[in-house]
């Protein structure tokens, strides 16, 4: 009988696993803290450029065009082309204009004459399809523009 | 009836709703992209005939074609050279009346900064990210000689700070709430020493 005992007596003791949740409560909490839900689903492939004379961007009077090649799963449909993607859809250039119009009826009265529009465009894409968009937000008098960028070194 | 302990609960599943919970907000959420170069575009104007004559010596020529090299005032050029040459260009004070500029006043670059105008075509073609680049050392040469003057004329509000035209940006969105006219003012007065002056013609078509 003693020799069970013995063997008993040598062997680890179970680590506490009482501190885990708290970890992982903390892990959650970074995770609500730092990030946003997403608003948008991507149908393109869209990684951004970097650059760094960046300004912040005020999302109270923000609207979002996405530029750039459609994601995988998606090209047999729409080709690799670089798109326009605007509200979880992809949009032509004239729909543009009719975008940013609908924005800016919904937008906050005091927001109204200073809305910016951001441009998240693929560092891949065409510079020449974002002066189309760009000529569009012209027509569309949405001269406020910002070209969003991770923050870093830029690319040589 | 003697009183019984209350049984203790059993929170080893605790563990569990927090990983059910985090690998949600893991799922459904994304760290954004929250930053960018704010750029204004010109409003389209009626056409106009008696077109406005920009001297060439006031004119900074960025050329990038649809190999994403870089051709400036007829030269090639790398990028890294690029916000230096800007800078050079747009703080070379010419014609004299610029007091606060430290270039070479040299009689064939541009005359003063307010004339100065930095002038960027690209092709169809060429890559955003190329582009981009380009934007962005443009930016970072008037960034460069704003936060020179700003330094120089308020550096004293602003001890140890080295990027003092940036300090005074952050300030102001600080106090977004209650309007500082004195800051606004200084922050103009910088504006006003090196305009942004960056034009965008439309890409050539071929």
């Known amino acids: 009988m003693s020799k069970f005992k013995n063997k008993k007596k040598g062997e680890l003791p179970a680590i506490s696993t009482a501190s885990l949740p708290d970890i992982v409560f903390m892990l959650l909490f970074f995770f609500m803290v730092a990030t946003v839900m997403r608003d948008n689903t991507l149908l393109i492939k869209n990684s951004l450029p970097n650059a760094n004379q960046v300004e912040k961007l005020k999302k109270?009077?923000?609207?979002?065009?996405?530029?750039?090649?459609?994601?995988?799963?998606?090209?047999?449909?729409?080709?690799?082309?670089?798109?326009?993607?605007?509200?979880?859809?992809?949009?032509?250039?004239?729909?543009?204009?009719?975008?940013?119009?609908?924005?800016?009826?919904?937008?906050?009265?005091?927001?109204?004459?200073?809305?910016?529009?951001?441009?998240?465009?693929?560092?891949?894409?065409?510079?020449?399809?974002?002066?189309?968009?760009?000529?569009?937000?012209?027509?569309?008098?949405a001269l406020k523009i910002m070209y969003v960028t991770g923050e870093g070194e830029v690319e040589e | 009836m003697a009183k019984r302990a209350a049984p203790e609960v059993n929170a080893g599943s605790m563990a569990d709703i927090a990983f059910l919970l985090l690998i949600f907000f893991l799922v459904t959420t994304t760290i954004e992209k929250d930053k960018g170069i704010?750029?204004?575009?010109?409003?389209?104007?009626?056409?106009?005939?008696?077109?406005?004559?920009?001297?060439?010596?006031?004119?900074?020529?960025?050329?990038?074609?649809?190999?994403?090299?870089?051709?400036?005032e007829d030269d090639p050029m790398e990028i890294k050279d690029l916000r230096q040459a800007a800078i050079e260009f747009l703080d070379n004070g010419g014609d004299g009346s610029c007091n606060y500029c430290q270039g070479k006043r040299d009689e064939a670059s541009s005359d003063n900064p307010d004339k100065a105008i930095i002038s960027m075509q690209h092709d169809r073609e060429t890559s955003y990210g190329k582009y981009i680049s380009v934007q962005n050392e443009l930016v970072a040469a008037y960034n460069f000689l704003r936060n020179r003057e700003a330094k120089r004329l308020y550096g004293k509000f602003y001890p140890g700070e080295d990027d003092v035209y940036n300090a005074m940006l952050a300030q102001k969105e600080k106090n977004q709430f209650k309007k500082d006219e004195e800051l606004n003012g200084r922050i103009e007065e910088i504006k006003k020493m090196y305009p942004l002056k960056l034009s965008e013609a439309e890409p050539k078509k071929n």
Do not use: C, H, M
Not at chain 2, 61 to 66: A, E, K, M
């Open chain 1, 60 to 141: 109270d009077r923000t609207t979002f065009i996405y530029i750039g090649e459609p994601a995988d799963r998606f090209n047999g449909k729409y080709g690799t082309e670089a798109r326009v993607q605007i509200n979880d859809k992809f949009s032509s250039l004239e729909g543009i204009g009719l975008a940013v119009q609908e924005y800016v009826t919904g937008l906050n009265e005091e927001f109204k004459d200073k809305f910016v529009v951001a441009l998240k465009v693929d560092k891949e894409a065409n510079a020449g399809l974002v002066s189309d968009v760009k000529q569009e937000l012209r027509k569309a008098n």
């Open chain 2, 38 to 72: 704010l750029r204004s575009l010109p409003p389209i104007e009626p056409p106009n005939d008696d077109e406005v004559v920009i001297k060439e010596k006031n004119l900074f020529i960025v050329l990038l074609n649809r190999n994403d090299q870089l051709l400036v």
